[in-house]
T-cell receptor
Framework: AQSVTQLGSHVSVSEGALVLLRCNYS??????LFWYVQYPNQGLQLLLK??????LVKGINGFEAEFKKSETSFHLTKPSAHMSDAAEYFC???????????FGKGTTLSVSS | DSGVTQTPKHLITATGQRVTLRCSPR?????VYWYQQSLDQGLQFLIQ???????AKGNILERFSAQQFPDLHSELNLSSLELGDSALYFC???????????????FGQGTRLTVV
């Protein structure tokens, strides 16, 4: 069975500071990993995904994530936070095309000026 | 805009009632997934349909059912509603690809169900 653990239900940073949102996964087969963002009263939007190949993945809005198999991690980072980054972020995993994503509980990112 | 359309956006109903949520997937997507999002449970996978047939079940209650029609739109039926069913219900769709290529799912805006 697959699972995702997001460390920290709430992360607060100052504008311009580094953003680091942590995600660890469990999977018996090589995983596909995703980060989604949810703004208030909105659906989920894909930020980035890892399937195969390069382990450092770049996404939209300046976010990137690195797949580390030895650490079973897929942490999301952004060098400089912007006020508009305030949202809830979800890490997700699946293993085969056409299977349902399994989500972590989410991390709420707050950005202060 | 993800291309996935859910209706209605909001629904308020009483306990014991039955409601139907509707989802139109992105053009060309054959897989439809339903998720329930609540504060205590997070995002829970309910059920998946692929090209009209049930593909996988998650944490779906027996009071809930779904179907996917020939035009690929899907409906989630929730019956004998309880207060605890109040949640945001998301539909997502994805392209079915062969082989080990993992497509992302595209999510609709959700239907917020409030049971009173």
């Amino acid at each position: 069975a697959q699972s995702v653990t997001q460390l920290g239900s709430h992360v607060s940073v100052s504008e311009g500071a580094l953003v680091l949102l942590r995600c660890n996964y469990s999977s018996s087969v090589p995983p596909y990993l995703f980060w989604y963002v949810q703004y208030p009263n909105q659906g989920l939007q894909l930020l980035l995904k890892y399937t195969t190949g390069a382990t450092l993945v770049k996404g939209i809005n300046g976010f990137e994530a690195e797949f580390k198999k030895s650490e079973t991690s897929f942490h999301l980072t952004k060098p400089s936070a912007h006020m508009s980054d305030a949202a809830e972020y979800f890490c997700a995993v699946n293993s085969w095309a056409g299977t349902a994503l399994i989500f972590g509980k989410g991390t709420t990112l707050s950005v202060s000026s | 805009d993800s291309g996935v359309t859910q209706t209605p956006k909001h629904l308020i109903t009483a306990t014991g009632q039955r409601v139907t949520l509707r989802c139109s997937p992105r053009s060309g997507d054959l897989s439809v997934y339903w998720y329930q999002q609540s504060l205590d449970q997070g995002l829970q996978f309910l059920i998946q349909y692929y090209n009209g047939e049930e593909r996988a079940k998650g944490n779906i209650l027996e009071r809930f059912s779904a179907q996917q029609f020939p035009d690929l739109h899907s409906e989630l039926n929730l019956s004998s509603l309880e207060l605890g069913d109040s949640a945001l219900y998301f539909c997502a769709s994805s392209v079915e690809l062969t082989g080990r290529v993992g497509p992302e799912a595209f999510f609709g805006q959700g239907t917020r169900l409030t049971v009173v």
